[in-house]
């Protein structure tokens, strides 16, 4: 059975993480993205309640793909002036994924920013911007590969 990995970052990122997707396909994982109708979506017509319960939507479909992952990988490319940026939304999954024992891993050092610590402190490693280097962090966490599956 492949490794599913949920792929987390802003959307802003939406090629790159698509991008991430295909090489970790390529290498037989099964690699998940947030919808890229997210990215595209014309937020400012919506009344509040319509807006709120889209934004949930959107989440709730992002969440339970990382509850069925392996691990997590979060694509958190230089934005905003920070190196290895970690919006709100991205923090909330690797944080839900971190309550679930999911492993999260982050694509280049999150340390830089004021959620800095609280990244960090729920990492299993950093991969400086190579994402196929999750795979053997992976191996390195759950030696063996089955064990993968057991969460």
């Known amino acids: 059975m492949a490794i599913s990995i949920s792929i987390c970052g802003?959307?802003?990122?939406?090629?790159e993480m698509e991008a991430i997707a295909s090489s970790l396909a390529?290498?037989?994982?099964?690699?998940?993205t947030p919808v890229r109708e997210e990215r595209n979506f014309d937020w400012s017509n919506?009344?509040?309640?319509?807006?709120?319960?889209?934004?949930?939507?959107?989440?709730?479909?992002?969440?339970?793909?990382?509850?069925?992952?392996?691990?997590?990988?979060?694509?958190n490319f230089p934005k905003h002036n920070?190196?290895?940026?970690v919006?709100?939304?991205?923090?909330?999954?690797a944080a839900f994924a971190h309550a679930l024992s999911v492993p999260v891993i982050f694509l280049y050092d999150p340390s830089r920013q004021a959620c800095?610590?609280?990244?960090?402190?729920?990492?299993?490693?950093c991969v400086n911007g190579d994402a196929t280097e999750a795979l053997p962090l992976l191996r390195e966490i759950r030696p063996g590969g089955s064990s993968l599956m057991a969460h």
């Open 46 to 75: 919506l009344a509040d309640a319509d807006l709120v319960a889209l934004k949930k939507g959107f989440i709730d479909r992002h969440l339970a793909k990382i509850r069925r992952s392996d691990a997590v990988l979060i694509a």
């Open 87 to 93: 919006g709100p939304n991205t923090l909330m999954e």
């Open 116 to 125: 800095g610590l609280e990244c960090v402190s729920i990492s299993c490693g």
């Open 10 to 15: 802003s959307m802003s990122f939406m090629d």
């Open 82 to 85: 920070i190196g290895g940026y």
């Open 26 to 32: 390529a290498l037989g994982c099964e690699a998940m």
